[in-house]
């Protein structure tokens, strides 16, 4: 019974967050482009997005859907003008940092800007992963010299803690064409929460308990300046990214 009544609620909390994102997508943001001038428009849709999915985050906790326990949360708020890596053990975990952290963006799958309820709001400041490197790399560092973090999930898969996929090299690349310092967070539950093929109903009979620890910052221009070799570069900063989040 217990099962059942959270399953409703569950379900309860992520309609509202669908007409929050239907009212934000096909409303505010296309009559945001009217009314607001060009140059304001990136810091209009990063605020909205920052204070809505906050909003959420603690309509989750105040319901008792989920709990989240941040280690050093002034710091983590704080982030500024930064790489973020992060470990990914739910498909809320960007909505969760992002509601979190001001002036935050993030590396979206092509798949969600297409679909119709999100297009309008992941076309705004998120960077899709299927755009040719060099645009790809191009945009990043565009947001970046605008102030805005980026979030990027290198394994690229939802993962358990105990599980420790590879990490792939595009942090690291991005990282040395914007030459931005690299802060690593891990992000964990262990109540396997919205994972892979999960439906969003089963939240079992406890609040699904997160928890966020930030890690030591990733000195990116004093790993360039010890190599003359992009090849060796990339590769320590992979290697430091996943000691950070792995360890």
Request: charged residues 25%; positive net charge; proline residues 4%.
């Amino acid at each position: 019974m217990i099962k059942f009544f959270r399953s409703v609620l569950v379900l309860f909390c992520f309609g509202i967050f669908g007409a929050g994102a239907c009212l934000i997508n096909f409303l505010l943001f296309p009559s945001a482009k009217i009314f607001i001038k060009k140059e304001k428009l990136n810091d209009f849709y990063s605020e909205t997005i920052h204070k809505v999915w906050r909003f959420f985050t603690n309509f989750l906790i105040f319901t008792g859907v989920m709990k989240l326990n941040i280690k050093d949360r002034k710091e983590i708020e704080q982030i500024k003008n930064k790489i973020i890596v992060s470990t990914h053990p739910s498909f809320i975990d960007v909505v969760i940092l992002i509601g979190l952290i001001p002036r935050t963006t993030c590396i979206a799958k092509e798949a969600l800007a297409r679909n119709p309820i999100m297009k309008n709001i992941l076309n705004t400041i998120f960077i899709t992963n299927e755009a040719n490197l060099e645009e790809f790399q191009k945009q990043t560092k565009e947001l970046l010299d605008e102030g805005f973090n980026v979030i990027i999930f290198p394994s690229g898969i939802r993962h358990r803690r105990n599980e420790f996929p590879k990490i792939k090299k595009g942090a690291a690349l991005i990282a040395l064409n914007a030459k931005r310092n690299i802060v690593p967070l891990k992000l964990y539950t262990d109540f396997d929460f919205l994972f892979i093929h999960q439906p969003v109903w089963q939240a079992g009979e406890k609040p699904v308990v997160f928890s966020l620890e930030k890690c030591p910052e990733i000195n990116v221009l004093a790993e360039i300046q010890k190599h003359d070799s992009e090849i060796i570069i990339k590769k320590n900063i992979t290697k430091l990214i996943e000691n950070s989040l792995y360890n």
